[in-house]
């Protein structure tokens, strides 16, 4: 990796943290030393970037801080590229006109030599059957965990019969073929990951939900383990 692009990869990285990142996580994310990471960090404070923080402690960038206009390399583009296909298969229709706008803005700024990336990338996503039974679901899911809004639905078991649910979402995984929601269930008053292809009829409602300790999705991803928690952290 260039010297350049590791310090914008610094930034990135202590940008989309909430909480000040160590040295020792960010040489862990580059596969650099420490060492390397303090240097870098360093030469960007005398640079000018806003950021706060000291060894052993953590670093973070000030709120508001904005980089200049993006490049992209071509692994960069094509990573892109795919990420917009699988979002367009198996996302709402919202979130794949939301790819394909990103998209649009990425040819607008990207080398004219690379360019032709966007259109001859050869890393398809084939759809799959029911893979947009999902696709109502995922809209008032995504909705409710924006809003914090409790969300109902009528859930199906996986040997028939159907409860209706009432939850706290807290979160949204695609599992390549298949979106779950984890949510705090009023019914079980306990956890539950449902199949989004087997929520029908989702309401979001008005009621709103703060985050309690217990049934946080920090506390649901506890019990899996550090790998899991891991996911929060980015």
């Known amino acids: ?6 310090l914008f990869q610094i930034i990135q990285l202590l940008r989309r943290r909430r909480t000040a990142t160590t040295a020792t996580h960010i040489a862990e994310r580059l596969g650099v030393s420490a060492r390397t990471v303090y240097r870098d960090i360093r030469d960007l404070v005398l640079a000018g ?16 801080y904005d980089l200049p206009p993006l490049m992209f390399d071509r692994d960069e583009i094509q990573a892109l590229v795919l990420g917009a296909r699988i979002v367009r298969q198996f996302g709402d229709p919202a979130l794949a006109r939301a790819s394909d706008a990103i998209l649009s803005k990425v040819a607008a700024v990207i080398p004219k030599d690379l360019a032709p990336l966007l259109a001859e990338t050869r890393l398809f996503v084939p759809s799959s059957i029911g893979s947009g039974r999902a696709s109502d679901a995922l809209s008032a899911a995504r909705e409710a965990l924006i809003a914090h809004r409790k969300l109902r639905f009528k859930y199906e078991g996986a040997h028939g019969g159907g409860t209706e649910r009432t939850v706290r979402p807290l979160g949204v995984f695609f599992w390549g073929r298949t979106w779950t929601l984890a949510a705090w269930c009023e019914l079980r008053n306990d956890f539950r990951n449902f199949r989004l292809d087997r929520a029908s009829g989702s309401t979001l409602l008005d009621e709103t939900f703060d985050d309690e300790p217990g049934k946080t999705l920090r506390d649901l991803l506890t019990q899996y383990g550090p790998a899991a928690v891991r996911l929060l952290d980015g």
Do not use: H, S
Request: charged content about 35%; overall charge positive.
């Open 49 to 64: 970037t806003p950021i706060d923080g000291e060894a052993g402690v953590g670093y973070r960038v000030r709120p508001g």
């Open 1 to 6: 990796m260039r010297r350049a692009d590791r």
